[in-house]
Structure formats: structure tokens, C-alpha cells
Nanobody
Framework: QVQLVESGGGLVQPGGSLRLSCSIS????????VAWFRQAPGKEREGVGC????????RYVDSVKGRVIISRDKTKNTVYLQMNSLKPEDTAVYYC?????????????????????WGQGTQVTVSA
């Protein structure tokens, strides 16, 4: 059974940085993509970005481009979301999710309906 566990959330001041982790266990498929999503209070969940786990290619939504980096450490079965220059509007619960994905399908997308296994989320609060 595939399980995802997010960690690394917390309180950070505007302009600060934070790195979230998504630990993956029990994956029964060899090729997959991992995406990060977030849900702010009173808003719908939205994609942040994603990574093809095998080839490492990434895609980001426009609102976070240049401020976030998604990476993975295959030896630790972990995907990271490095967030810089954080703003109060980045405050949200951040989720990671996984879906089977082959490299020859191209760069994956952070589209919610394509991911069927999710972590429990980690709270990020950006406030002075």
C-alpha cells in the first residue's frame, strides 16, 4: 500500500524559506510522478508543481515559478518542495500526491484529478 507523509511545515516570516518533504513508501509501480498541491483557508485546492520521479523533469504553476523548486532523492524515496521568498498568500495546507507516470509520457502536470494517492498534508503559515 502506497503511503505519502508530508513534513516540514511551520510558521515562517514573509520573505523566508521553507523546505517540505514528502516521504514515499510502499510504491508498487516503478515509474511515477509526484505533485505538490495546496489549499488555503476558504479556497479550493490548487496545484503547485510536480516532478517525474524517474527523470526529474519538473513543472510549476505560474504563481510560484521562480520561488519554488521541486526535487527528489531516490535513495531516500523522498520528494522535496523548496519554497523561497514566501508571501502571506502562500499560507495553506500543502499536500503531496502520486500517480503512475512513464517518462515517455512527457513532463507531468499538477492536475488534481490525475493523482489518486495523497498525503495528509502539512500546514505552512507565512506571517510576521
Amino acid at each position: 500500500q502506497v503511503q505519502l507523509v508530508e513534513s516540514g511545515g511551520g510558521l515562517v516570516q514573509p520573505g523566508g524559506s521553507l523546505r517540505l518533504s514528502c516521504s514515499i513508501s510502499g510504491a508498487t509501480f516503478d515509474f511515477y510522478a509526484v505533485a505538490w498541491f495546496r489549499q488555503a483557508p476558504g479556497k479550493e485546492r490548487e496545484g503547485v508543481g510536480c516532478i517525474g520521479y524517474t527523470d526529474g523533469r519538473t513543472r510549476y504553476v505560474d504563481s510560484v515559478k521562480g520561488r519554488v523548486i521541486i526535487s527528489r532523492d531516490k535513495t531516500k524515496n523522498t520528494v522535496y518542495l523548496q519554497m523561497n521568498s514566501l508571501k502571506p498568500e502562500d499560507t495553506a495546507v500543502y499536500y503531496c500526491a502520486i500517480t503512475p507516470w512513464a517518462d515517455n509520457w512527457g513532463i507531468p502536470h499538477p492536475r488534481e484529478y490525475e493523482y489518486d494517492i495523497w498525503g495528509q498534508g502539512t500546514q505552512v503559515t507565512v506571517s510576521a
